[in-house]
């Protein structure tokens, strides 16, 4: 078994891919003892994707520079569509989502994270910095990278993958106030995404949607709303049964129901799908106006 604690390494990415490599064995030289590394992308562009692609190379086998090492895409989707950009407020909400359920995931599994901000487009950079507060913990760190002119200029589109040390390429820390760690509490009320934030703000949840949202909330039991809460707060069901001090199945017989209820009351099809990323679309924004009130 490794005797260090596992260690994830989560970059954005845009066309560059030596950006991550870069970032990698700048980390590596530093003693870190990485074991996956996540990047989040535009799959739907097809630069990026390109991009992707080429780092994928770096990574045959499951190894890295001679190491354990294994690569995961994260491509941001709107429901089931790859996303190409970040400019509509459906997609900036969709970034953050992602981050959101990607770095929660990892913490839930007690994991050590380096996030990495300068690949992609800086609206991606922006969100995750917003999201990195609320779920990370001290321990991690959030990193740019500084690349010299000349070297930007040879490694254009993964030309150089890898560049030694006195070429310039170095890492800078990010400073990072882990509010959720502090003040837990914080996670739920500030881990809305721009869209419901503005729902609740700005009085935007539609009359219909809410009165659906009622009808499920009248219907469910107490346990059942708790369940529907924690889900609604949490970005993986394994932090939402820890909060509530019950398994992952138990929560998962309450989700059961809740939709079952959901069904009823938007009248979808049995061969629609829903899920917990519904829950959350509709509940989110109800929870928040139901507190308030």
């Not at 995931?105 to 901000?117: E, F, W």
């Not at 979808?268 to 507190?291: I, M, S, Y």
């Amino acid at each position: 078994m490794s005797d260090h604690p596992q260690t994830s390494l989560v970059c954005t990415l845009g066309g560059q891919p030596q950006i991550v490599t870069f970032t990698l064995d700048a980390l590596l030289q530093r003693g870190e003892a990485m074991d996956e590394v996540f990047v989040v992308y535009m799959a739907a562009n097809p630069r990026y994707r390109q991009a992707y692609q080429r780092l994928a190379d770096e990574f045959a086998g499951g190894r890295y520079a001679g190491r354990p090492c294994r690569l995961h895409g994260e491509a941001v989707r709107l429901g089931d569509q790859a996303l190409a950009e970040a400019r509509q407020p459906a997609e900036v909400d969709a970034v953050w989502q992602t981050f959101y359920r990607l770095l929660g995931g990892l913490k839930a599994q007690n994991r050590h994270v380096h996030l990495s901000l300068t690949g992609g487009r800086r609206v991606m950079a922006l969100l995750a910095c917003a999201v990195a507060p609320l779920l990370l913990t001290p321990g991690d760190k959030i990193w740019h990278l500084h690349t010299p002119e000349e070297v930007i200029t040879l490694a254009q589109e993964g030309a150089m993958m890898h560049t030694p040390p006195e070429t310039g390429v170095h890492l800078i820390e990010v400073p990072l106030v882990a509010w959720g760690s502090y003040f837990p509490g914080v996670r739920g009320l500030l881990g809305r995404s721009p869209q419901e934030a503005r729902a609740v703000h700005l009085g935007l949840l539609d009359e219909n949607e809410r009165a659906r949202c009622r009808q499920v909330w009248e219907q469910i039991n107490p346990r059942q709303r708790d369940a529907l809460r924690a889900l609604c707060e949490h970005p993986t069901r394994e932090l939402a049964a820890k909060e509530l001090y019950i398994s992952v199945g138990t929560l998962d017989d309450h989700k059961t129901e809740i939709l079952r209820r959901c069904r009823q009351a938007w009248q979808v099809e049995a061969g629609q799908k829903l899920d917990v990323v519904f829950l959350r679309q509709k509940f989110k924004p109800f929870l928040a106006l139901l507190n308030e009130g």
